[in-house]
């Protein structure tokens, strides 16, 4: 079983509103994850926040026992995976499906193909590829969770898919949604205008 974690901690500064509570289809983004990502071999979820986490919470309703607070959130992506790391149990899961708040326009016909290649190829890292450009979700492997940990802040997760170069399984995609951030109100409205 797989854990996905919903990277949700950042201050969305430029967004000027938390993205985790902006409406995709009458939903939050923090809701459609959460939906996309409930499948046979995702076991659990956990919702990372950071800034504004009691506001967000609240406002999304949600579970608390789902949602980590991450108290580094200001040291970037990095420190909301390993603060979701820090509350798994390794025993009871074979990796984590890595999902950012801001790319939000993915479907769960994308999260069962890259569980399904997970569990197929058997390589420690999973990820989309739309035309060229590699996104998200990822998929770790719990054999790399000590790496992820230790991994240096400047660089974060990158440095651990550079070093298993080799371990890599792509998954061709054309949903645009895994290489789409929506961090700003421009790309905001433009997304939404195309979908």
Known sequence: MLTAVILAAG??????SPKALLLHNHR??????LDITRHPKIGSQRIVLGAGAEDISQRAGLDPQMTVKNPDWEQGQLSSIQAAIRTLDRSTTDGILICLVDHPLITS???QELIETFYRAGKSIVLPVFRGRRGHPVI?????????LAAP?????????????GDVEEVPTEE??????LNDPDTFRNAMGNN
């Open 28 to 33: 939050t983004f923090v809701e459609h994850l």
């Open 140 to 148: 770790f492997a719990k054999g790399l969770f000590d790496e992820l």
């Open 11 to 16: 201050e969305s500064r430029r967004m000027g």
């Open 176 to 181: 645009e949604g895994t290489v789409l951030n």
């Open 109 to 111: 016909a994308l999260v």
């Open 153 to 165: 802040t400047e660089v974060g997760a990158r440095a651990v898919v550079w070093k298993h170069a």
